[in-house]
């Protein structure tokens, strides 16, 4: 089974920082779209942030717009997630996602991506 493998999650303050991380040992990622996708308790699951496989464009939701940055390394096979300023409305399970030649219509539509990881719990509570 493909998997995406996300890392870096845990427990931090608020305005506090934490950086995820997505990878695979299964595929190369250059050729993938990379979403960041967070879904808390009782709600559905929304994209977060998004880079782009080609020309490194990225996308962001407006509520981690100047708070969050996504990146990749392609050398390393890794995408990742910068979030500084966390606030307790950031608590969530975030997944990472693998859309290949993408993102295509809409970012942060579930349904543009082809593989996805377990996800990684990030809390953020004083």
């Known amino acids: 089974e493909v998997q995406l493998v996300e890392s870096g999650g845990g427990l931090v303050q608020p305005g506090g920082s934490l950086r995820l991380s997505c990878t695979t040992s299964?595929?190369?990622?250059?050729?993938?779209?990379i979403g960041w996708f967070r879904q808390a308790p009782g709600k559905e699951r929304e994209g977060v942030a998004c880079?782009?496989?080609?020309?490194?464009?990225?996308y962001y939701a407006d509520s981690v717009k100047d708070r969050f940055t996504i990146s990749r390394d392609n050398a390393k096979n890794t995408a990742y997630l910068q979030m500084n300023s966390l606030k307790p409305e950031d608590t969530a399970v975030y997944y990472c996602?693998?859309?290949?030649w993408g993102p295509g219509g809409n970012w942060n539509s579930i349904k543009e991506y082809d593989y996805w990881g377990q996800g990684t719990q990030v809390t953020v509570s004083s």
């Open positions: 996602a693998a859309d290949l």
């Open positions: 299964q595929f190369t990622l250059d050729y993938y779209a």
């Open positions: 880079i782009s496989s080609t020309d490194g464009n990225t």
